[in-house]
């Protein structure tokens, strides 16, 4: 079975300060990864995701993820974090052997202080 | 852009009762898929649905739940007998096979509380 564990439920960061978020994966087999992020009132919106090919991936709003299959991790980041950065984000893994299905981390909630 | 709309944004309910969660999905969009929140917890993956039946559930999705696509547009997630513990976010999310199937859009959600 497929795993998500995010490190820290909270992240406190300052604007124009760097943005990290830890993902750790567990997958059987070579996994699509992906980062959403989740504004208040709103759906999941999609940051990134990873499939195959070039392991270091740009997404939206100036964040990036990168897979590194030996750490078995795929790290959100954004140098330079923006007050409307402020939002929960959430790693997950799809597993195309049982309908696509994602399995979700525990959500990082990200604060931005001026 | 298009977008994943749910219905309606929040449902009370009292225990015991029958709820049905609709969704729109993509109009072009072929797989379908309902996930839960519950307060506190991870999101988590109830049921996948492409061509008109189930393709993967989990373990949460028991009896008392069913989804249905009765026409060409919605997508619903009923639950017959409403528990407590059946309180909870609930996302519904649509994909194609242009993106690949694993890219999944989402709606903003159902908070169901149960009563």
């Known amino acids: 079975a497929q795993s998500v564990t995010q490190l820290g439920s909270h992240v406190s960061v300052s604007e124009g300060a760097l943005v990290l978020l830890r993902c750790n994966y567990s997958?059987?087999?070579?996994?699509?990864l992906f980062w959403y992020v989740q504004y208040p009132n709103q759906g999941l919106q999609l940051l990134l995701k990873?499939?195959?090919?070039?392991?270091l991936v740009k997404g939206i709003n100036g964040f990036e993820a990168e897979f590194k299959k030996s750490e078995t991790s795929f790290h959100l980041t954004k140098p330079s974090a923006h007050m409307s950065d402020a939002a929960e984000y959430f790693c997950?893994?799809?597993?195309?052997?049982?309908?696509?299905?994602?399995?979700f981390g525990g959500g990082t909630r990200v604060l931005v202080k001026p | 852009e298009p977008e994943v709309t749910q219905t309606p944004s929040h449902q009370v309910t009292q225990m015991g009762q029958e709820v049905i969660l609709r969704c729109v999905p993509i109009?072009?969009?072929?797989?379908f898929y309902w996930y839960r929140q519950i307060l506190g917890q991870k999101v988590e993956f109830l049921v996948s649905?492409?061509?008109?039946?189930?393709?993967?559930k989990s373990e949460i999705f028991d009896d008392q739940f069913s989804v249905e696509r009765p026409d060409g547009s919605n997508f619903t997630l009923k639950i017959r007998s409403t528990k407590l513990e059946d309180s909870a976010m609930y996302f519904c999310?649509?994909?194609?096979?242009?993106?690949?199937?694993?890219?999944?859009?989402f709606g903003a959600g159902t908070r169901l509380s149960v009563l």
């Open positions: 109009s072009n969009h072929l797989y």
């Open positions: 997958s059987s087999v070579p996994p699509y």
């Open positions: 999310a649509s994909s194609d096979l242009a993106g690949g199937p694993y890219i999944q859009y």
């Open positions: 997950a893994v799809s597993d195309q052997a049982a309908g696509n299905k994602l399995t």
């Open positions: 990873y499939t195959t090919g070039a392991t």
């Open positions: 649905f492409y061509n008109n039946e189930i393709s993967e």
